[in-house]
């Protein structure tokens, strides 16, 4: 299979604390997104970051990319119950190029 | 805006069935995209698009049928519809161009084949 692997499946925190996924891939990249997912919902875009950055930042999110170990993490910081949600990656590939390709996803529950 | 539109909601097929699922967007995106959501398999690419006129297949495009007659629309066909085809359809489209560009999606449809 060409998915990636998200890591950990499933997890649950209480409010306030830090949430870290992580998505690992195989192939060499051009960028890798990651996506929101509220049960029932479509996905919802929320990081971009290209293979020649090595980490962003939007409000509560952190994302990292490491290309040597083919790897990236997506940190939430502070978490609300509204983060209560699936988180997947999706990369694009050097070779088929016009693929978009996600990884299984991260289950989030976060309690109040 | 609308953004991506998809319809039905939901559809219930029986085996042998055909039925065309219906994607829209009015951002004048060059790329479209169908994926389709089983559980524990996260989303896996069926068909894209890259423009009026181009379609290509993804991962697991058989059983299923695209065209891309409009920049509009981007319909997906079922031509015998199987069990094995009970998922949730997300249709998805962006910006076209070298690097990918955020991908906006439907809200799905879904779709049971008894």
């Known amino acids: 299979s060409q998915q990636g692997e998200e890591d950990p499946q499933a997890l649950s925190i209480q409010e306030g604390e830090n949430a870290t996924m992580n998505c690992s891939y195989k192939?060499?990249?051009?960028?890798l997104q990651w996506y929101r997912q509220n049960s029932g919902r479509g996905l919802v875009h929320l990081i971009l970051?290209?293979?020649?950055?090595r980490e962003k930042h939007s409000g509560r999110l952190r994302v990292t990319l490491d290309t040597s170990k083919k790897s990236s993490s997506l940190l939430i910081t502070a978490s609300r119950a509204a983060d209560t949600a699936s988180y997947f990656c999706?990369?694009?590939?050097?070779?088929?190029?016009?693929?978009?390709?996600f990884g299984t996803g991260t289950r989030l529950q976060v309690f109040p | 805006n609308a953004g991506v539109t998809q319809t039905p909601k939901f559809q219930v097929l029986k085996t042998g069935q055909s039925m065309t699922l219906q994607c829209a967007q009015d951002?004048?995106?060059?790329?479209m995209s169908w994926y389709r959501q089983d559980p524990g398999m996260g989303l896996r690419l069926i068909h894209y698009?890259?423009?009026?006129?181009?379609?290509d297949q993804g991962e697991v495009p058989n059983g299923y049928n695209v065209s891309r007659s409009t920049t509009e629309d981007f319909p997906l066909r079922l031509l015998s519809a199987a069990p094995s085809q009970t998922s949730v359809y997300f249709c998805?489209?962006?910006?076209?161009?070298?690097?990918?560009?955020?991908?906006?999606f439907g809200p799905g449809t879904r779709l049971t084949v008894t």
């Open positions: 998805a489209s962006s910006q076209a161009g070298v690097y990918f560009h955020e991908q906006y």
């Open positions: 192939t060499s990249i051009n960028n």
């Open positions: 970051i290209r293979s020649n950055e």
């Open positions: 999706a990369r694009q590939g050097t070779y088929n190029t016009d693929k978009l390709i």
């Open positions: 951002m004048n995106h060059e790329y």
């Open positions: 698009s890259v423009g009026a006129g181009i379609t």
